[in-house]
């Protein structure tokens, strides 16, 4: 059954629910990708957002599903590349929020757990949010990798995905977002591009 889930940055600042969560209404996954380990190193945090394997807990859902009701101005965006993902923050305490593309034509965001309160009968969020569905980008993981459970295919996690997306923009949900414009499609605050010396830096750590 579909349920609200309370948003919360570590200081309190930001504050928010993400509406109507299911099983099937997003993409539950960890991705161990060297830039979304580079982003828990920029925000000083990686001992509270990745695994013991370097991997982030993700669930992908429609950004119209996310409201913020406090706190919205707390928001930041950085980007490690120029073509990077939008990877969204709150200002306040560098607590991850989650990543988008950098268009608002297609409104996902890629939820990251440490900014949801984990309800007290769902400690694990696979309740609310489902089994894990896939595990990707698994070369880049630390450690023993080996020790991974396999997951579902990664080109059905992306169909799953494209149905949703999908979806999403059929029924409008672009126009409803905390992080985009609805009428320009900008970001509402200007993302910070890394130069190549801080990203070589944030990776070297990797």
């Known amino acids: ?57 993700i669930f992908q859902m429609s950004q119209a599903a996310l409201i913020l009701n406090a706190g919205a101005e707390r928001l930041a965006c950085m980007r490690l590349t120029v073509r990077g993902l939008f990877r969204w923050y709150a200002s306040c305490c560098n607590t991850p929020i989650g990543n988008t593309l950098a268009t608002s034509k297609i409104p996902f965001i890629g939820l990251i757990h440490r900014c949801i309160e984990k309800p007290p009968d769902d400690t694990f969020l696979e309740k609310s949010l489902g089994p894990i569905r896939a595990r990707v980008f698994q070369q880049f993981g630390i450690g023993d990798r080996a020790a991974l459970p396999a997951g579902t295919p990664l080109p059905m996690v992306m169909l ?40 070589d830096e944030l990776r070297g750590v990797v």
């Open 1 to 57: 059954m579909p349920r609200d889930l309370a948003i919360r940055c570590s200081c309190g600042a930001l504050q928010g629910l993400a509406r109507d969560v299911s099983p099937e209404a997003g993409n539950h996954v960890v991705c161990y990708c060297d830039d979304c380990q580079a982003f828990a190193h920029f925000l000083g945090r990686p001992t509270d957002i990745l695994d013991q394997h370097g991997g982030t807990e």
């Open 160 to 199: 799953r995905f494209g149905r949703l997306a999908l979806r999403w923009r059929l029924r409008g949900d672009h126009k409803h977002s905390f992080f985009f414009d609805p009428r320009a499609g900008h970001p509402i605050v200007a993302p910070r591009v890394l130069t190549v010396a801080e990203r």
